[in-house]
């Protein structure tokens, strides 16, 4: 994931800026760049890693007292110089983490005005905009203001104005910006890990915040325009408590990481210009595939199974998902030009690796989804697809899930020779997401659904693996038993467990199998179950009468509705395990990554 950062003060900021950025480095890039303001602009941008930055600011130094500094993973336009962060123009220079949607829409308005761009990123029409504000009259804040209003998607973004040492802007929606208070100096970055040395009060910008910062003052503005008061906290800006930021836990601050996690993941392979996915180079063609096999454990074994939904029902080729670790032991049937695919969240599974090399000797084509492109899995693969999921401390996974739903969602997309309408939808997830994590359903339920001994999950279609990721994350993290279970299974064996005692927790978008889904739920409601249904206000409205509670989430279409409606599930497992007082981050017997079989 990308990292941003940016300072003001009464000094030169320029060193102070590029080792923020060195502390960054762990969230991986691909190039990187710095701009200040003393009277006029600066900027220096290099490709690759920070030691080519460092040699330019050796070879070209710049210094002023307002600067900002980046950190890119390319997702839109190449890893190129004329591509890395801060994006400039004459009037001011900008960095942002994440993805602006609208920004085909706003790039053609701009060209029509006259502005000319140079990249290929959606970042650039941010300063252009702004530019178009500032040369129709707009202050520096109400043009950043005007900016910031018309943007769509999920973003954190630092802005400083030529001519004005003594100003930083700054502004979020679903991605994390930490603003951090010295003296005669004030930051912003998008990981209070970059700000470690510099600040021991930090506080949080909430969505759709803007802040107007100074060497002296941060004045924080809300959605409604008003001056808001955010909270100012104290930390020691140090060891793991620094990573979890404004949140109690990683994993609830993981949760909220994921409409930027989702964006980076998607901009690595959509190209918005020609509406298409491309993926990385393979050694093989994809055109060639005649049967998938995913193979894989755990939450990356659930994302398969709503792959195989995907990939059949829009590119036709067949799809087996196995677990990982019963894979070789069923003597696999391989099919000449079949391609393994492996999802692993660490790269380093041990019995998804012993799948590949047995897979691998019966002349498979290898693909794998990883979130460490180094890892062991990936040196095993013949084309390689990374999740930009960034670091992922809790042990129960949230983004690197939804983070693996968007690649097979674009790998599904990129199997298929045509596919209208589909790629838009997936584009629009983000923003959907940032609305979804915003829903306030969860606690009251969580006082309830603590006592219970027994929670099922049920779905049908996409929701079915859905209901057996949300009931793996409740067991893992609350040690409540729970269990997930296509819908229409219940009548062959698991209605007899449903007693006024079992919560039901139905996964039912108002889609295709709504319907039927509907019928499970009235069974489960007559022999006194208590449901939890999610699902849009339709679904809440048709099923009021049988519902215990309902968790109303916006309308989506179906083909993305399973990245969306993991969220619910996963907050609910959470608020749960937090009333029960369990160790949610590293909750007992379970390890990030398994390395033995």
Known sequence: ?????????????SQKIFESLERLEYRGYDSAGIAVVNGELQRRRAQGKLANLKKELKKSPIAGNAGIGHTRWATHGLPITENAHPHSTAKVSVVHNGIIENFLELRKELEKAGYKFTSQTDTEVIPILITYYLDNGESDFKAFQKTISRLHGAFAIGAIFNGNDNLL??????????????????????????????????????DDDIAKITSTSCEVFGKDGKSAEREVKISNISGAAVGKGNYRHFMLKEIHEQPIAIAQTLNA????????????????????????????????????????????????????????SEYRYRKPVYQKGGMFLAISQSGETADTLAAIKHAKAAGQYIASIVNVPQSSIARES???????????????????????????????????PSVPGLLPQLADVPSLLTDILHIDAYEDLADEMSLAKTVLYIGRGTSYPIAMEGALKLKEISYIHAEGFGAGELKHGPIALIDESVPVVVIAPY??????????????AARGGKVILISNSKGCKELKDVTYKCIKMPFVPSFVAPILYAIPAQLLAYH??????TDVDQPRNLAKSVTVE
Not at 188 to 201: F, H, R, T
């Open 1 to 13: 994931m990308c990292g941003i950062v940016g300072i003001v003060s009464s000094e030169n900021v």
């Open 169 to 206: 802007m700054a502004a979020k929606r679903g991605s994390p910006l930490a603003i951090g208070y010295g003296d005669d100096e004030m930051f912003m970055a998008s990981d209070a890990i970059a700000l470690a040395p510099l600040s021991q009060k930090i506080c949080y910008l909430e």
């Open 269 to 324: 392979y959509y190209d918005p210009f020609n509406a298409k996915i491309n993926l990385p180079k393979a050694k093989f063609d994809l055109r060639d595939i005649r049967k998938i096999t995913i193979v894989a454990c755990g939450t990356s074994y659930y994302a398969g199974m709503v792959a195989k939904y995907w990939i059949e029902q829009i590119a036709h080729i067949p799809v087996e998902v196995d677990v990982a």
């Open 382 to 416: 013949d084309l390689i697809i990374p999740t930009l999921a960034g670091p992922e401390i809790g042990v129960a996974s949230t983004k690197a899930f939804t983070c693996q739903l968007t690649a097979l969602a674009a790998l599904a997309i990129a199997l298929t």
């Open 511 to 524: 889609d295709e199998y709504f319907a039927k889904t509907a019928s499970n739920v009235r069974e489960v």
């Open 576 to 581: 749960i395990a937090v009333k029960k007082g």
